[in-house]
Nanobody
Framework: VQLQAFGGGLVKAGGSLRLSCAAS????????MAWFRQAPEKEREFVAA????????YYADSVKGRFTISRDNSQSTVYLQMNSLKPDDSAVYYC???????????????????WGQGTQLTVSS
């Protein structure tokens, strides 16, 4: 599986940005997808996940109401729309591909076998 993430950058607090992650190597629609993030000297943390069909989404409390995860199975791509950004959102963002085809939403990094290369988001105050 290969994952390629795009869309990071520098944005002012209150701004918006959309991340994309294109997957290849497996039947994308058979797998839930997730985004994680990791700030310097912090552990990688769950941000959001979406079920295989895209009908259900899950969010960390810290981003609920501000971030939206979605997917386009025809394009094998998962998105993360980030609004009302805060400096605390600054991190490297990773898309994650799970170990199984289950729709169980695993918020632990151990539940994911493949990772994108990461894309840096910096939010200035």
């Amino acid at each position: 599986v290969q994952l390629q993430a795009f869309g990071g950058g520098l944005v002012k607090a209150g701004g918006s940005l959309r991340l994309s992650c294109a997957a290849s190597g497996r039947t994308f629609s058979n797998y839930r997808m997730a985004w994680f993030r990791q700030a310097p000297e912090k552990e990688r943390e769950f941000v959001a996940a979406v079920t295989r069909s895209g009908d259900m989404t899950y969010y960390a409390d810290s981003v609920k109401g501000r971030f939206t995860i979605s997917r386009d199975n025809s394009q094998s791509t998962v998105y993360l729309q980030m609004n009302s950004l805060k400096p605390d959102d600054s991190a490297v963002y990773y898309c994650a591909f799970p170990r199984t085809t289950s729709d169980f939403i695993n918020t632990s990094p151990q539940g994911y076998a493949y990772w994108g290369q990461g894309t840096q988001l910096t939010v200035s105050s």
